[in-house]
């Protein structure tokens, strides 16, 4: 089965267990295939409802066998770095910073950051230092959300970090 097949069967009944399915994907080779998902809801979701989707899931695949052999599944949520995959999301989160790399024939991946202004019909506009830039959806590889808490304690923590010269003299 293929992922968008996956999706079509695993998504209404997370819907109907309280879940948002925020992606899915199958990873690593066809020996060992890795079922990767997603889920949310408003408020978060805990590790205990993760296990609950996960075993429901479970259910639900050794009845269709999707995959021939062994596979393994990952249920958790989208965590501080949330994949951002469907129009709905970046309106979700507009105002805040996401990472979008854009595949485009002939140039190859290109990676953008910066704060989502709107997704309308299909066009992602970004504010990118003090400039604005717009996107088709169908174009985007992979974006997510970046995480503001990890970029300021990196910020503390090289701040804090002597320099290479000071290290080298003994001084902190």
């Known amino acids: 089965m293929k992922e968008a097949e996956l999706e079509k069967v695993i998504a209404p009944e997370l819907e109907l267990l309280g879940f948002e399915c925020v992606k899915l994907e199958v990873v690593g080779g066809a020996r060992s295939p890795i079922l990767r998902i997603f889920i949310d809801k408003p408020g978060g979701v805990t590790v205990g409802e993760c296990s609950f989707a996960s075993r429901t899931i479970a259910m639900m695949l050794e009845r269709d066998e999707p995959f021939p052999g062994r596979y393994l599944l990952?249920?958790?949520?989208?965590?501080?770095?949330?994949?951002?995959?469907?129009?709905?999301?970046?309106?979700?989160?507009?105002?805040?910073?996401?990472?979008?790399?854009?595949?485009?024939?002939?140039?190859?991946?290109?990676?953008?950051?910066?704060?989502?202004?709107?997704?309308?019909?299909?066009?992602?506009?970004?504010?990118?230092?003090?400039?604005?830039?717009?996107?088709?959806?169908?174009?985007?590889?992979?974006?997510?959300?970046?995480?503001?808490?990890?970029k300021i304690d990196k910020k503390r923590e090289k701040d804090r970090r002597p320099s290479r010269a000071a290290w080298r003299r003994g001084e902190e």
């Open 74 to 150: 990952e249920v958790s949520s989208p965590g501080s770095n949330r994949p951002l995959v469907r129009e709905e999301h970046y309106q979700r989160f507009a105002g805040q910073e996401a990472k979008v790399v854009v595949e485009r024939p002939g140039e190859g991946r290109i990676t953008y950051t910066g704060t989502i202004r709107s997704c309308i019909n299909g066009v992602l506009t970004l504010d990118i230092d003090g400039g604005e830039i717009s996107l088709a959806l169908h174009e985007v590889a992979r974006a997510n959300l970046v995480n503001q808490e990890y």
